[in-house]
């Protein structure tokens, strides 16, 4: 037992190591930025990206077997999938850079940072008074879609699954604050859906990054593979008549930013709620497996189940079944909008 005991505690040490050297190594970077030529930290940028591409190999491999089971027959060469894969990565490197780069950027430089496409959509939804659900995804610069937004005045929530350890998540916390962003934690569940229905409430506008497609009770169509989907997303629509708006933030070929809002998604009216949000979450997923695949180089190929060759078609995972029920349920306890 006291052997065991050491080890749990070596354990802690050293994953309370890693965060903190995360948290010293964040604060020293973003304080350094402003001290030091821009083209200077691109360099330094892209030689950790390279870095980085070949130590962090488990990625990269993970990265490389996702886009092989949904993209071989489109790109049948296995060099030019790996051409792939090293553009995703170079783009998670820049959109960590840009993100790093907004704490000493004021509003007026945000925004003149960020082409914004599509403003007359949001200004029409936030008129209804029941909120906006901006559905988005791990795609281009995803994390400067609420700095723009906020740096407009535009009231902006994010969802986000914060790591176990509290300093960290909370420096991360007070950043997203520091540009506009109220952040909702993802977990506690029930707490998540209480913080998300208030900021709905307020005529806020709360981005629900859908395509973690690794648990879930609904399977979807996604790039010819059956996969699982939360039914978070659809519910909350359903249930609240929040309006749904397809937001990206795409970096185009001169190395600009524009974020696009894109037309409401109107959610399925089915026979029931259950076929409702089915048919909603088979929407929301075609909407976003139309943007990865115009620009399938700036998204990360990180959210598929690690095993899709052990994925069954047939039957979701029961433990995440029960996880998604409880969601719903917590929906409808806590109240709809109306």
Request: charged share 25%; net charge positive.
């Amino acid at each position: 037992m006291a052997r065991l005991s050491r080890r749990a505690g070596l354990g802690h040490f050293l994953y309370d190591l890693r965060y903190r050297f995360g948290e010293y190594a964040l604060r020293g970077f973003i304080r350094c930025l402003r001290y030091i030529p821009f083209r200077a930290v691109e360099l330094f940028t892209s030689l950790m990206t390279w870095a980085a591409f070949y130590l962090v190999w488990r990625y990269r491999r993970r990265m490389e077997e996702n886009i092989s089971a949904t993209l071989s027959r489109e790109i049948p060469d296995r060099a030019e999938r790996k051409t792939l894969v090293w553009r995703a990565w170079q783009n998670f490197a820049r959109t960590v850079l840009d993100t790093t780069a907004l704490m000493h950027c004021s509003k007026a430089e945000i925004i003149a940072m960020v082409a914004l496409v599509g403003e007359e959509h949001l200004e029409t939804a936030l008129k209804k008074g029941k909120g906006v659900l901006a559905l988005s995804a791990h795609l281009g610069s995803f994390t400067m879609i609420g700095a723009r937004l906020a740096a407009s005045g535009y009231p902006f929530s994010v969802v986000v699954k914060h790591p176990a350890h509290k300093r960290f998540a909370q420096l991360t916390d007070d950043y997203r604050s520091q540009v506009g962003i109220h952040t909702i934690p993802a977990k506690p569940r029930r707490e998540a859906v209480r913080g998300i229905l208030k900021a709905l409430r307020q005529n806020r506008i709360v981005l629900v990054l859908a395509d973690e497609f690794k648990s879930g009770d609904i399977l979807v169509d996604f790039f010819g593979l059956k996969l699982p989907a939360p039914r978070g997303p659809a519910t909350l629509a359903l249930r609240t008549g929040a309006v749904t708006l397809p937001m990206f933030a795409i970096r185009q070929a001169d190395d600009s930013l524009t974020l696009s809002i894109g037309a409401p998604i109107e959610p399925v009216i089915g026979d029931d709620l259950d076929a409702s949000v089915l048919a909603t979450t088979a929407l929301y997923t075609r909407h976003l497996e139309q943007a990865i695949r115009r620009y399938r180089s700036q998204w990360n190929w990180l959210g598929l189940p690690r095993r899709l060759d052990k994925l069954s078609p047939a039957t979701p995972l029961q433990s995440e079944q029960a996880k998604q029920t409880a969601s719903a349920a917590a929906i409808r306890k806590t109240g709809t909008l109306s």
